[in-house]
């Protein structure tokens, strides 16, 4: 019931995003563009994938098996949406623009598709991960000596640089605290055998 | 297992190949970079737009054929990076004059709106601009300011305090009229040096 | 209580990826040899016993600090691997991961310090290696800080699995610490000695791994765009809370030999009281910061954080220490321990530790720490802590590790090698000590004729001390390779 109120809400506010008025609004500040519209679509992807991952998975397992498949094409569209130059590429050129309306939200389907499948250890790196090259981006934004991005201003890449700060440690605080209060199926017996592939979630 | 491995590493060298030309070879992030990679790589035609200088006279591109000009675009108003710009037009000029090569500079005024011939004439008086070699203009109207601009990429947003942030660069256009080169304002000194390449 | 720490079925050990912790032991003993010589070298240098140019002097330095603290890292990791693995369920190919990630970060470490030349300590402190002076270029700088990464992208992984065994085996985090236990007193699962440590070392230095993550690819970008400059003190901030609480977990780590393998010699359970539990989850947080008191010369710091430092320089370890040393010495305490080579050196790292963490406690008074940091105070203590005890450990942990069934008593070259291992050790501590209090200067490559004495001094235990290990690494090592080969 839910996942079906979060598949709708999830069109309307791709459609929401993608339309020209709102479109615009977002990509007026470097902050509402990468912070707002990038992660929307991002999610609003992994929620439309994820009501029909049985289907979308069917006779394509073999495919994405541990969901390396699925991880590795999220990581390069998100890698290239991280270039200051495709953001500016996105705000000034027409094809950058529709080719960020359709890759993000298919990186953020893939990773939905992907993400139960990962091995725990493989999820515990990424999210190390993340939070330290959260904070190097961080730093990239408040001390590049010019602009990053033409289209922007240099007020705007110092605060995305402070939110993404406050955003790491905030992550890294809720990743940590996970930690503390999960109740994962405990295993009691020590099993013989190695864990590491085709772990569940 | 198989069709995994060969799916992902599918996507990773696609990934790779991509993200090598995103970044024109790991060379450039920004697309600021970029562009003077792309620059240096193939010269690029600037439009002949018609200018006017501190006094009413029209300028053109065409009038330095034969001559290396460097273009810079500012605003009379700027309290901070177009002064800069202007101090180094000054040394620039000093060793344009020192050094006898057969080249112009030449500042072009993106604030239509501020910008008259008495604002231009007092930019150039306090920074020394000399008629000879340094010359002051704006572009007649908007369309052809926008023309201007696109084909140097140069983009200028208000600053919300009334003033503008833009891209400042020295902008190397060669005596056959093509853009060759984009220089950091620092870089004067290989702005010079481009200059001088011009001359056999 | 776990099944597998009770007396009698610890005979017959074996742990996923048997053969990386072998391997490991055996690469922990050439190093430790090599980077003591290297060492012995320094001091004699300084001694004027022989002549070596200053640049040749800080690159032996830098190599010595992350050989040894790469070392200390790596064996410790693997003795909690080794003994974690009897209470949970840790995949062996990953530790294989953790060895070979370490093995070629140390390729370009060396390579990055004796072909590149890089001679800007082990801190690798912002700014230090982007302006040598001329002495190495960018390209070597950043092979050292890109060794580094590798053996930090290493412990990653290794401490992500570890922390996964862990909640898989214990629900979570907060079970695996003993908060039920600590909070209310009772548990009906209560973790053995080992998990809690490896928990409480997975959140501490995890996040000492995520931020030197952060600072050395920092660093990385800095050298090669120099007007990406990064706030210095932030800096320092962040690469001593790295590498501070890096060093400390190696040691943690290894006390887990002796929660394991003493129980074994008195036939009684390390018991899990509540104030074990409370030191160990007082020294997840205390760890994080204790490293200040390496910036309590930095007069911008902010005071609080400063004061803050010097209480907690004062408290961290100690809970932990004095809960550990006291057990020890009531398990110890008319148990009649058979005095072999494993035991002898795990008590000897037990007190090493203690003993060591004392010259650091007066270090970390502001008003001492502002006359003595700069000097060989301060080598004094962590040599002390370092050398007779994390180096203790490891070895009581490998001398353990290859015993040949009985418990062999104390004698021979054995004793030999220890004694002469303990005195050189201690003698070598005590005068680095002895001259910080006489305020000879740390990280000098040419020492003033007064202080050569010392220096002299220092050298001769030092050699003693190498002796000494050689000695008893000798037999250890012959063992380990044999059984690698069986």
């Given at each position: 019931m839910t996942e079906r109120l979060a598949f709708y809400a999830a069109v309307l506010i791709l459609v929401t995003v993608s339309s020209s008025p709102v479109r615009l609004l977002l990509e007026q500040s470097l902050v509402s563009h990468l912070l707002i519209q990038m992660p929307a679509l991002v999610l609003c992807g992994w929620t439309i994938a994820r009501r029909h991952r049985d289907a979308i998975n069917r006779g394509r397992e073999s495919f994405n098996v541990g969901g390396a498949t699925g991880l590795s094409f999220a990581l390069i569209v998100f890698s290239f949406w991280m270039l200051p130059r495709s953001v500016d590429g996105s705000v000034q050129n027409p094809l950058y623009e529709f080719a960020k309306f359709v890759t993000l939200p298919f990186a953020g389907a893939s990773l939905a598709l992907s993400w139960p499948k990962l091995p725990p250890l493989a999820i515990g790196i990424l999210k190390c991960n993340l939070v330290s090259m959260m904070l190097v981006l961080s730093w990239i934004y408040t001390t590049s000596?010019?602009?990053?991005?033409?289209?922007?201003?240099r007020d705007e890449q110092d605060m995305l640089g402070q939110i993404v700060a406050v955003l790491a440690i905030g992550l890294g605080c809720l990743f940590g605290g996970s930690l503390f209060c999960g109740t994962t199926t405990i295993v009691r017996r020590k099993s013989a055998t190695p864990i590491g592939s085709g772990g569940r979630e | 297992m198989r069709r995994t491995l060969f799916a992902t590493c599918l996507v990773l060298a696609f990934g790779a190949a991509v993200l090598w030309w995103a970044t024109s070879g790991l060379r450039a992030f920004t697309a600021e970079t970029a562009r003077r990679i792309a620059v240096l790589a193939s010269p690029e035609p600037i439009p002949d737009v018609e200018l006017v200088d501190g006094s009413g006279r029209s300028i053109r591109?065409?009038?330095?054929?034969?001559q290396a000009v460097i273009v810079d675009f500012i605003y009379?108003?700027?309290?901070t990076i177009c002064v800069s710009l202007g101090d180094n037009f000054g040394r620039l000029q000093e060793r344009i004059k020192a050094d006898g090569v057969p080249a112009k500079l030449l500042s072009i005024s993106f604030d239509l709106a501020q910008d008259g011939p008495r604002e231009l004439s007092e930019y150039a008086r306090v920074h020394g601009a000399d008629a000879s070699i340094w010359k002051l203009a704006r572009p007649r109207n908007a369309g052809e300011l926008r023309l201007l601009l696109e084909a140097y990429a140069v983009i200028v947003l208000p600053d919300g305090i009334g003033g503008f942030v833009h891209n400042a660069a020295l902008h190397v256009v060669g005596p056959d009229g093509k853009l060759t080169g984009i220089y950091d304002l620092d870089q004067h000194n290989a702005a010079f040096l481009a200059l001088r390449s011009f001359i056999k | 209580m776990a099944q597998a720490n009770a007396p009698g079925t610890i005979s017959a050990p074996s742990c996923p990826a048997d053969g990386a912790v072998k391997l490991t032991m055996l690469l922990t003993v050439a190093v430790l040899l090599l980077m003591m010589a290297f060492g012995l070298t320094m001091r004699m240098a300084q001694g004027a016993l022989i002549q070596i140019d200053p640049t040749i002097f800080y690159r032996l330095m830098t190599a010595h600090g992350i050989g040894m603290v790469g070392i200390a890292g790596m064996s410790g990791s693997a003795i909690m691997w080794y003994f974690l693995s009897r209470h949970v369920s840790l995949a062996g190919w990953v530790f294989w991961i953790h060895l070979g990630l370490f093995v070629v970060g140390v390729v370009a470490i060396l390579g990055s310090i004796f072909?590149?030349?890089?001679?800007?300590?082990?801190?690798?402190?912002?700014?230090l290696p982007a302006i040598s002076g001329g002495v190495w270029d960018v390209g070597a700088a950043a092979t050292y800080l890109i060794g580094v990464i590798l053996v930090g992208v290493g412990f990653l992984v290794y401490l992500v699995e570890v922390g996964r065994a862990v909640i898989e085996r214990y629900g979570n985090f907060a079970n695996a610490l003993g908060w039920p236990l600590l909070f209310s007193?009772?548990?009906?699962d209560v973790p053995p000695p080992t998990v809690i440590a490896a928990a409480a070392i997975v959140v501490f230095n995890g996040i000492s791994t995520v931020v030197g993550a952060a600072v050395l690819i920092i660093s990385l970008i800095n050298l090669y765009?120099?007007?990406?400059?990064?706030d210095a003190l932030l800096a320092k901030n962040m690469i001593y809370f790295f590498g501070h609480v890096f060093i400390n977990a190696s040691i943690y780590m290894a006390v887990i030999a002796v929660y394991e393998i003493v129980p074994e010699y008195t036939q009684q359970q390390w018991k899990v009281s509540r104030s074990f539990v409370a030191s160990w989850n007082a020294v997840v947080f205390l760890v994080m910061a204790v490293y200040t008191h390496h910036l309590?010369?930095?007069?911008?710091?902010?005071a609080w954080a400063l004061v803050m430092g010097q209480i907690i320089s004062y408290a961290s370890g100690i809970p932990l220490l004095v809960i550990t040393t006291f057990s020890l010495l009531t398990y110890l305490y008319r148990s009649g321990i058979r005095w072999d080579l494993a035991s002898a050196l795990l008590v000897t790292g037990i007190f090493g530790w203690s003993i060591g963490a004392v010259p650091a406690i007066i270090d970390g008074m502001i008003s001492v720490n502002n006359i003595?940091?700069?000097?060989?105070w301060v080598p004094g203590h962590f040599h002390l802590y370092l050398l007779l005890g994390q180096v203790a450990l490891t070895l009581g942990f490998s001398a353990w590790l290859t015993r040949t069934g009985v418990h062999a008593s104390l004698s021979g070259w054995n004793a030999r090698g220890f004694t002469i291992y303990l005195l050189g050790g201690m003698g070598f501590a005590i005068v680095f000590l002895v001259s910080g209090a006489s305020?000879?200067?740390?990280?000098?490559a040419t020492h003033l004729p007064e202080w050569h004495l010392q220096d002299q001094v220092g050298s001769l235990f030092a050699l003693a001390a190498i002796l000494g290990v050689g000695i008893i690494v000798l037999p250890i090592t012959k063992r380990l390779v044999l059984s690698m080969r069986g």
């Open positions: 000596p010019s602009r990053l991005c033409n289209s922007y201003l | 591109l065409s009038d330095y054929t034969g009379t108003q700027c309290p | 072909i590149g030349g890089y001679a800007g300590a082990w801190t690798f402190l912002f700014p007193g009772k548990q009906d765009l120099p007007s990406f400059t990064l309590f010369q930095d007069g911008v710091m902010p003595m940091h700069n000097t060989q305020s000879i200067p740390r990280r000098w």
